[in-house]
């Protein structure tokens, strides 16, 4: 079955801990992405990734960080430096090329508690 | 970078009327545009897409048409129903260039149709 999966659905995270996000995708896509929502937002990018051991800073990018060891995996880390990191979670991939589709994850809600 | 614009940011029609959603972007090398769907709780999904050499392009009640000299492209609805409720997001891509591999996304467009 093939698809991007990110990992856990639901999060929990005392404050001033790290935590890191799960995304895998067995679509052989070579681009990842990882954004933020925040409820009745849109979609801010943190970081992208076109190939593996490279990566980019996105929009808001402060605060987390991300490595592409693999080209199937992008786990995403909040530390504790980012200062509200209660949010919806999205990973998406694609192949790189401009008529493009991205596919993304079903989403991690990291809550602060 | 990409400047990408949604207007309106929240839409709210009867079911049967017609919505129009509009996407204002920057870079003129931009020759992908697709629109996507989120709904509730759920992760964005692609809805139509169109390439810069096509005007327009239809899917049974949505269409989307693309102005490329004044840089915007739409999405229409037809005959809206309440599962058409979501939010919709705009993404145009480039081909090449420095940010060839950056995916933004407009701000969003909350659309509700009331029965």
């Known amino acids: 079955d093939g698809g991007i999966t990110q990992s856990p659905k639901y999060l929990f995270r005392k404050e001033g801990q790290n935590v890191t996000l799960s995304c895998e995708q067995n679509?052989?896509?070579?681009?990842m992405y990882w954004y933020r929502q925040d409820p009745g937002q849109g979609l801010r990018l943190i970081y992208y990734?076109?190939?593996?051991?490279?990566?980019q800073k996105g929009d808001i990018a402060e605060g987390y960080s991300v490595s592409r060891e693999k080209k199937e995996s992008f786990p995403l880390t909040v530390t504790s430096a980012q200062k509200n990191p209660t949010a919806f979670y999205l990973c998406?991939?694609?192949?790189?090329?401009?008529?493009?589709?991205?596919?993304f994850g079903q989403g991690t809600r990291l809550t602060v508690v | 970078g990409e400047n990408v614009e949604q207007h309106p940011s929240t839409l709210s029609v009867q079911e049967g009327d017609s919505a129009v959603i509009k996407c204002t972007y920057s870079?003129?090398?931009?020759?992908?545009f697709p629109w996507y769907k989120q709904e509730l709780g759920k992760r964005p999904q692609l809805i139509i897409d169109?390439?810069?050499?096509?005007g327009e392009k239809k899917d049974q009640r949505i269409a989307v048409t693309l102005n490329k000299t004044a840089k915007h492209f739409s999405l229409h609805i037809t005959e809206t129903q309440p599962e058409d409720s979501a939010v919709y997001f705009c993404?145009?891509?480039?081909?090449?260039?420095?940010?060839?591999?950056?995916?933004?996304f407009g701000q969003g467009t909350i659309l509700t149709v009331h029965p």
């Open positions: 998406a991939s694609s192949m790189l090329g401009a008529n493009t589709e991205a596919f």
């Open positions: 679509l052989n896509h070579d681009a």
């Open positions: 990734s076109q190939i593996v051991n490279d990566f």
């Open positions: 870079d003129s090398a931009s020759n992908y």
């Open positions: 169109i390439r810069s050499n096509v």
């Open positions: 993404a145009p891509r480039r081909a090449g260039g420095t940010s060839y591999g950056k995916l933004t």
